[in-house]
């Protein structure tokens, strides 16, 4: 048991040096580990009371692990964020076994109250008496998934290999993509600041309602993984017996987990395929026209910092005149 709790406890101190982080209170450990996600496999950012976010870590998959008995077990991971501070506090481990039993944990940061880690292991210690190797089979993905965040450290941030792009949680877009404002202007999401209005589709009668930017979310600045989309919307018509045929064709930026909605349904970037349609914004016509994926691809971005728009009144905006939606 201890040699487990020691691997734990050395991944721990590895990831909560990387992080932003705050310690937690006992009242706000307490609070956690009442916090539940109702669909695992669907829902990657879940809020509490404005308060609390769960959001998935590097969204992951879940591990499924099979013990000797041949049973399955599920643990899944997520980052519990403070909501005023976008500070990480805690790492929340939510174990599922055979019987769909939910068992929850939450692993507090590595300079959080002795009081907290001493609550903390005896809650894993209780899980480990009924659920066999619980605690084995924690540290097992705990020190998996936390020795991948020393690898890019090692390599300043960046994963070495394939696209070389950090996968992160951040849900964001890159600072220079281009919000469209109420007034018909354009501002570089760097610069949108609370108070602004701005344009927010309804994706079921294609109109235009206005919105009040309530904040404007910053991340560190990371190598992050980028996803552009290239989208085309194809014009035809015959005049003076003469087929015309008019092109016309927008970009757009974003970390391959932030939500845009196509025709099929709510997507994340980085699963939107070639032939799906985003809608977007005619800028001769001002209407809402429905555009084609034609083009895909997911890169470094470079070190940079990304935004997001929190805004009161709308779940949409429009980002380079597509729609795309707040996480």
Not at 195 to 208: C, F, M, R, Y
Not at 261 to 274: D, E, R
Request: contains cysteine; hydrophobic residues 40%.
């Amino acid at each position: 048991m201890k040699k487990y709790l020691l691997t734990l406890l050395c991944s721990i101190v590895a990831i909560q040096l990387l992080a932003q982080s705050r310690p937690m209170t006992m009242a706000e450990y307490a609070k956690a580990k009442t916090f539940t996600v109702k669909d695992l496999d669907n829902d990657t950012y879940v809020k509490f009371n404005n308060t609390y976010i769960l959001d998935r870590y590097e969204m992951r998959k879940p591990y499924v692990i099979t013990g000797d008995d041949g049973q399955k077990k599920r643990i899944d991971l997520y980052r519990l964020v403070a909501k005023d501070s976008m500070l990480d506090i805690a790492t929340v481990i939510f174990y599922t076994n055979e019987a769909g039993k939910l068992y929850t944990a939450v692993m507090p940061l590595f300079n959080s109250n002795s009081d907290i880690w001493n609550q903390y292991f005896e809650d894993i210690h209780a899980i480990d008496k009924v659920e066999k190797n619980y605690v084995l089979k924690l540290s097992y993905v705990l020190s998996k998934e936390f020795s991948y965040q020393l690898y890019k450290s090692m390599n300043a941030g960046k994963d070495v290999k394939e696209e070389a792009g950090t996968y992160g949680t951040d849900i964001c877009f890159p600072g220079d993509q281009l919000v469209n404002l109420a007034n018909g202007t354009q501002k570089a999401l760097r610069d949108i600041r609370p108070g602004d209005e701005i344009i927010s589709p309804d994706a079921a009668t294609h109109q235009t309602n206005i919105i009040r930017v309530k904040e404007l979310v910053q991340h560190h600045a990371e190598n992050y993984a980028i996803t552009s989309l290239l989208v085309m919307h194809v014009a035809e018509q015959q005049v003076a017996g003469v087929h015309q045929v008019t092109l016309s064709g927008k970009v757009l930026q974003a970390t391959p987990n932030h939500p845009v909605l196509t025709k099929a349904g709510k997507k994340q970037m980085g699963t939107v395929v070639n032939g799906d349609q985003l809608l977007c914004l005619d800028e001769h016509t001002n209407t809402l026209v429905t555009y084609t994926v034609v083009n895909k691809t997911e890169a470094a971005g470079g070190k940079q910092p990304v935004y997001n728009i929190v805004a009161e009144g709308g779940d949409a905006f429009m980002m380079n005149n597509i729609m795309v939606l707040q996480k």
